[in-house]
């Protein structure tokens, strides 16, 4: 059951959850690059000198400046100018179509981890692939979470767990909290604790398709209801 258990959280990610640097996109990536997010239990990220820019076509090697004692990876940001797919050393990609060149939302950023020593990074592509990378050295730590007046835990999701208030975006913009079990219940998670067979969690999921489910978000007492997050399958 990992495959499913694995695909119900990739779900709690992609619908809206804070968790770090790795799934924040756009302005707020930058915002984290730059060192500004500060949700605990967040990756607090700082940066290491300036940038390198490249653009190449074809699979490239980019070049970085003497990385600094206590970098701990590259942060990047790549833009698509061709279609097609970008993939990094540790086997992370990002896939362009030709709707996505020269739309803002063509590319996206990632941190690398650098191994000791390491001075530069490849991205392997097909020939005629063309795209533009920006690299940074950074350092990445992952941030304590905070604890409310009732002695619940709250913030992002990390490599570490969940909190018992997870962070998210409620319907309405406004930025808060979920009770962890009452996502649990509403994402699948805690079902899926249950299933025995593939079969039963196919059957879970054609049970859930189309279905729009919502739990309330709080402010971070857990108790001042400020909007709600809704999954939708």
Not at 90 to 113: E, F, K, N, P, W
Not at 121 to 144: K, N
Not at 189 to 202: C, G, I, K, V, Y
Request: charged share 15%; proline share 3%.
């Amino acid at each position: 059951m990992g495959d499913l258990a694995t695909t119900l959280r990739h779900l709690r990610l992609g619908a809206g959850i804070f968790a770090g640097a790795s799934i924040l996109i756009g302005g707020a990536a930058a915002a984290a690059a730059a060192g500004l997010l500060t949700m605990p239990g967040a990756q607090e990220v700082t940066e290491f000198g300036a940038s390198v820019v490249k653009t190449a076509t074809g699979t490239d090697t980019v070049q970085l400046d003497a990385v600094p004692d206590g970098a701990t990876g590259v942060f990047v940001s790549l833009t698509c100018l061709t279609p097609g797919t970008f993939t990094f050393e540790d086997g992370a990609s990002i896939g362009c179509t030709m709707d996505d060149v020269g739309q803002a939302t063509g590319g996206g950023s990632y941190t690398l981890t650098l191994s000791p020593g390491q001075q530069s990074i490849t991205i392997t592509t097909p020939l005629e692939s063309s795209w533009t990378i920006t690299a940074t050295s950074v350092s990445e730590r992952t941030t304590e979470w905070a604890v409310n007046d009732n002695g619940e835990t709250y913030g992002a999701l990390n490599e570490g767990g969940e909190p018992d208030l997870i962070a998210v975006i409620a319907t309405n913009g406004n930025e808060g909290f979920v009770h962890a079990g009452e996502l649990a219940h509403a994402d699948g998670s805690e079902q899926a604790a249950t299933f025995t067979s593939p079969e039963q969690a196919l059957a879970w999921q054609d049970s859930m398709a189309g279905k729009n489910v919502s739990v309330p978000v709080y402010q971070n007492d857990g108790e001042t209801r400020i909007g709600e997050f809704t999954i939708q399958y």
